[in-house]
């Protein structure tokens, strides 16, 4: 599996990269491999302010639906049109077209709280 040492993970198995004040938020190579062939993502929280931990969508597969945890609080931006579409890109490209929501990051300070790939892959058991 892969683990992209520039981005940051959480325990809830959502990754996210930082460029300035905004973030791209996405699930892990671990987590589309669990949940399987993903079929549907439901996310409308578009211009709302999500606090850290939080769900800000829900992702279905053929068998489950889990809930999407927001990293840090920040302002839901833009949703991935493309994975609304097509949701198998969550399996393709998990780290890449993949990925499912851009937010304004509010509070900075969280970023501590988040996990390293290594870190990511201890939790894993990877």
């Given at each position: 599996?892969?683990?992209?040492?520039?981005?940051f993970y959480?325990?809830d198995?959502?990754?996210?990269?930082?460029?300035g004040?905004?973030?791209?938020?996405?699930?892990t190579?671990?987590?589309?491999?669990?949940?399987?062939?993903?079929?549907?993502l439901d996310v409308n929280?578009?211009?709302e302010?999500i606090?850290?931990?939080?769900?800000?969508?829900?992702?279905?597969?053929?068998?489950?639906v889990s809930?999407l945890f927001?990293?840090l609080k920040?302002?839901?931006l833009?949703?991935?049109?493309?994975?609304?579409?097509a949701p198998?890109?969550?399996?393709?490209?998990?780290?890449?077209?993949g990925?499912l929501?851009?937010?304004?990051?509010?509070?900075?300070?969280?970023?501590?709280?988040l996990l390293?790939?290594?870190?990511?892959?201890k939790?894993?058991g990877?």
């Open positions: 599996m892969n683990y992209p040492e520039k981005l959480t325990k198995h959502e990754w996210i990269s930082f460029e004040d905004t973030g791209l938020i996405g699930i190579d671990f987590a589309q491999k669990e949940l399987g062939d993903i079929v549907y929280t578009l211009k302010i606090e850290g931990e939080k769900v800000f969508g829900t992702i279905e597969a053929v068998k489950t809930d927001m990293p920040g302002e839901v833009e949703i991935n049109q493309k994975v609304i579409d198998q890109l969550i399996n393709t490209d998990p780290y890449g077209e990925w929501i851009k937010i304004k990051v509010i509070t900075q300070s969280e970023k501590e709280n390293t790939a290594n870190e990511y892959k939790l894993i990877a």
